[in-house]
Nanobody, 120 residues
Framework: QVQLTESGGGLVQAGGSLRLSCVGS????????VGWFRQFPGKEREFVAQ????????RYTPSVKDRFIISRDIAQSTVYLEMNNLKPEDTAVYFC?????????????WGQGTQVTVSS
């Protein structure tokens, strides 16, 4: 089993920054790649970024590639999503998941989500 807990969301002005954290527990967490997804109201969860078990392979969706940074602290069992130059269109609930790929079907475990709101 894997448990995931996100934190770090909040309200920020456009152009600002936030850092989201995803703390994993359970003996299997370190064997899973971790992805960040976001969900807009009335929409399906969509892929934002993913990091491999060792941190050596990273992928981003094009709209965030030059603004967001995903990283992994293996010793702390934590995956971060540093979000810079935030835009109002980044407003969403952000989820971390343990799994593989850019589709939600590839993920076995999810956190509860954290709200990010960017004001214009």
């Amino acid at each position: 089993q894997v448990q995931l807990t996100e934190s770090g969301g909040g309200l920020v002005q456009a152009g600002g920054s936030l850092r989201l954290s995803c703390v994993g527990s359970g003996r299997l967490f370190k064997s899973y790649p971790v992805g960040w997804f976001r969900q807009f109201p009335g929409k399906e969860r969509e892929f934002v970024a993913q990091i491999s078990t060792t941190g050596g392979t990273i992928r981003y969706t094009p709209s965030v590639k030059d603004r967001f940074i995903i990283s992994r602290d293996i010793a702390q069992s934590t995956v971060y999503l540093e979000m810079n130059n935030l835009k109002p269109e980044d407003t969403a609930v952000y989820f971390c998941g343990a799994g593989l790929g850019q589709e939600i079907q590839g993920y076995d475990y999810w956190g509860q989500g954290t709200q990010v709101t960017v004001s214009s």
